[in-house]
Nanobody, 123 residues
Framework: QVQLVESGGGLVQAGGSLRLSCATS????????MGWFRQAPGKEREFVAA????????SYSDSVKGRFTISRDNAKNMVYLQMNSLKPEDTAVYYC????????????????WGQGTQVTVSS
């Protein structure tokens, strides 16, 4: 069992930056691939970024590529999402998720989820 707790969300102006953190508990964190997803009001949950268990491989959605960076610290059981050049369309609740094996862009493939953290970008 893995517990995930996100933090770092908030209100920021367009062009600003935020760093989301995801604290994990449970055993064998380094064996889990991690993903970040987001959900805006009235929309489906969408893929943002993912990272392999080793941290050597990453994937980003086209909408955030070049602006967001996913990272992890296996020694601290932490995952991060650095978000730069934020846009109003980035406004959403952001979730981190974990799964055994390879990372996936499909939220249905993830077994564990945090409660989410709100990110609001004003224009």
């Amino acid at each position: 069992q893995v517990q995930l707790v996100e933090s770092g969300g908030g209100l920021v102006q367009a062009g600003g930056s935020l760093r989301l953190s995801c604290a994990t508990s449970g055993r064998a964190f380094s064996t889990y691939a991690m993903g970040w997803f987001r959900q805006a009001p009235g929309k489906e949950r969408e893929f943002v970024a993912a990272m392999s268990s080793s941290g050597l491989s990453t994937s980003y959605s086209d909408s955030v590529k070049g602006r967001f960076t996913i990272s992890r610290d296996n020694a601290k059981n932490m995952v991060y999402l650095q978000m730069n050049s934020l846009k109003p369309e980035d406004t959403a609740v952001y979730y981190c998720a974990a799964r055994r094996g390879s990372y996936s862009r499909d939220p249905l493939m993830y077994d564990y989820w945090g409660q989410g953290t709100q990110v609001t970008v004003s224009s």
